[in-house]
């Protein structure tokens, strides 16, 4: 089984192109320092009408839900999340975990 991360969200009007860039740029570290991370893909949103509004993406890949548990407390989750939180609308993430065969 395979646990799909999927992880949404919105920048703040105010972030620079740099300040957005270093988020996609901390994200895509982490799976050198979380080794229960598979794989991950990140990006900015294509034009969708249906988006709601979205600006960017992840979507990590896990082998199990226990190794989904392990990301979670981790201090490189945890620092990627605050680093992150001052250029990103806090209450506008979408997040959405699925299981896939």
Avoid: C
Avoid at 3 to 11: A, D, G, N, P
Avoid at 24 to 33: E, F, G, K, T
Avoid at 70 to 94: N, T
């Amino acid at each position: 089984m395979t646990i799909h991360h999927i992880v949404l969200y919105k920048f703040k009007p105010e972030a620079t192109p740099e300040q957005r860039q270093s988020v996609q740029d901390s994200v895509n570290a982490l799976p050198s320092q979380i080794p229960a991370i598979q794989s991950l893909i990140t990006g900015e949103t294509v034009y969708n009408a249906l988006g709601h509004g979205y600006d960017a993406g992840v979507i990590f890949l896990f082998e199990s839900v226990a190794k989904l548990n392990e990301y979670r407390p981790h201090k490189a989750h945890l620092d990627y999340q605050a680093f992150s939180a001052p250029y990103i609308e806090g209450a506008d993430k979408l997040i959405f975990d699925i299981e896939t065969a």
